[in-house]
């Protein structure tokens, strides 16, 4: 089992920046990926940015270098700092863990933190 930890989410002006935190505690193994997702009211859930162990990142084209992902492999901890925010951005913002032995894959998410983008 996993266990994932968010914090940074809040109301924030257009514009303005954010940083999520996300740290992980558990069995996670060597080959990782870890990242966070976002869902808005009547949406489905979506990709952010994730990164692997091994350092690849990847970003959804709506971040436009916006974001930046970046992970703490010491302390488990994953982070999104975000940048120029839209309200468009609003949304709950998930962390995301993919990690298993071999060809195993075991996913987990967090609870979620509320990011709000408005004046």
């Known amino acids: 089992q996993v266990q994932l930890v968010e914090s940074g989410g809040g109301l924030v002006q257009p514009g303005g920046s954010l940083r999520l935190s996300c740290a992980a505690s558990?069995?996670?193994?060597?080959?990782?990926?870890m990242g966070w997702y976002r869902q808005a009211p009547g949406n489905e859930r979506e990709l952010v940015a994730v990164?692997?162990?091994?350092?690849?990142?990847k970003y959804a084209e709506f971040v436009n270098d916006r974001f930046m992902i970046s992970r703490d492999y010491a302390e488990n901890t994953v982070y999104l700092q975000m940048n120029s925010l839209k309200p468009e951005d609003t949304a709950v913002y998930y962390c995301?863990?993919?990690?298993?032995?071999?060809?195993?894959?075991?996913?987990?998410w967090g609870q979620g933190t509320q990011v709000t983008v408005s004046s």
């Open positions: 990164m692997f162990s091994g350092g690849v990142k």
């Open positions: 995301n863990c993919r990690t298993g032995p071999g060809n195993y894959e075991y996913e987990y």
């Open positions: 558990g069995n996670i193994f060597s080959r990782n990926v």
